[in-house]
């Protein structure tokens, strides 16, 4: 069963020089920790809602994703904007890559944005952004077809 998870990382596995990284803040806080910057923090999402109409199921999960880089301990403000720009070009990347996958539907309009500094124990920087995606396609439903074959692919 394809997630909406493993739609977002197949997108980021199409950008060049980042790690993708599953988790929640905390597990993340460790992972980075390891030295795998840049880095683009799928955050696990907290809430969604579900679509459903009389031929499909979709999910709309509220993502937030977090575009990071390392950054000095004593950083200064221009090294810092440097950061935060190369941050918000895989950000822009990214939304530009999803619109293109055809797996959501497209994300139009203003995206709000906030710059992170001194989240972490690792001394990172990047911006955040969150948004609700939704999926161009979902669950199908079938008639007659077992629910919970349907929905976890398996008879029973």
Known sequence: MTTVESKIKSIVEQMEGVTYIF??????????????????????????????????LKDFPNCMLAFLDKADLDFDGAENDAIIERCKDFAKEFVLRLNASGLFEQVEGDIPYSIVYDKLDVNVTGIVIEMQLKEAKGLVLCPGKDIGELVHGRKG
């Open 23 to 56: 988790e929640n803040w905390a597990t993340a806080n460790v992972r980075l920790d390891s030295g795998v910057m840049p880095a683009i923090l799928n955050v696990l999402p907290v809430s969604g809602r579900f679509n459903l109409g009389k031929m499909h």
